[in-house]
């Protein structure tokens, strides 16, 4: 993203030149050569528009430009001394103990940082389905463990996660398969759907037949939702 996006017409008009770059590298590409391209594109394309939108949120309360940083450094998960304590075998409990801290590495898409602390961690998806968001939920679980405070968000292009998450309003009540599995973990995940109207696997936006529209009023609800998820400046 070689300019900023500092406004919904620009987003709007970011999204259209990537969805036609998609098209244009769609042509003379096999399948499976196809997949790799597009997810490329709509992966970086969902993450530039999510970045510019809690700018501008930023921006709009007044937030100096200083203060927020984007840090996707991953944390790392290690063993807990409880589990080693609880392993029968002698050598799997000595070889945890000497490699506990190895661990495994964790993050979300984008870490928002105001004033230095963690505040929003967002999960950028070209679309969801519930079992993806259970492996999402997951991460932010594991993220809120060290950051209570953190903020939640899924930003989407698209939806299959059911109910009205692809209707465009403003008040969504979701889907009950999707509070199914949000219920059973102690966080608040925000879903934000950029494109009106479910996904369909035949119909790709990429494709010119079913492209959709990013329309300016979805961009302004977004932006206003990302809004309530900061911190007032202080």
């Known amino acids: 993203m070689n300019n900023p996006l500092s406004n919904e017409k620009d987003i709007c008009q970011h999204y259209k030149d990537e969805i036609r770059r998609a098209i244009s590298e769609s042509k003379g590409n096999t399948e499976r050569a196809l997949g790799g391209v597009l997810r490329s594109i709509k992966g970086t394309l969902v993450a530039d528009i999510t970045e510019a939108i ?11 430009p200083y203060l927020i940083k984007f ?50 961690g967002i999960e950028c998806k070209a679309y969801a389905e519930n079992a993806m968001l259970k492996r999402i939920l997951v991460d932010f679980m594991l993220l809120k463990q060290n950051h209570p405070d953190m903020n939640c968000a899924l930003v989407q292009l698209e939806s299959m996660l059911g109910g009205d998450y692809a209707n465009g309003k403003e008040v969504q009540v979701g889907s009950v398969k999707s509070h199914a599995l949000m219920s059973q973990f102690d966080l608040d995940l925000n879903i934000i759907t950029l494109l009106e109207g479910e996904r369909k696997v035949d119909e790709p936006v990429h ?28």
């Open 71 to 120: 840090n996707q450094a991953r944390e790392t998960l290690c063993v807990e001394e409880a589990y080693i304590k609880r392993q029968k075998n002698p050598a799997v409990r000595d070889y945890l103990n000497r490699n506990r801290k190895e661990g495994f590495g964790y993050s979300v898409d984008k870490h928002v940082f105001i004033d230095g602390k963690l505040t929003l």
């Open 54 to 64: 809690v700018k501008i949120a930023w921006k709009e309360k007044g937030g100096s």
């Open 207 to 234: 494709n010119p037949k079913f492209l959709k529209t990013l329309e300016p009023k979805l961009v302004r609800i977004a932006i206003e939702r990302i809004n309530d998820l900061l911190p007032n400046p202080r």
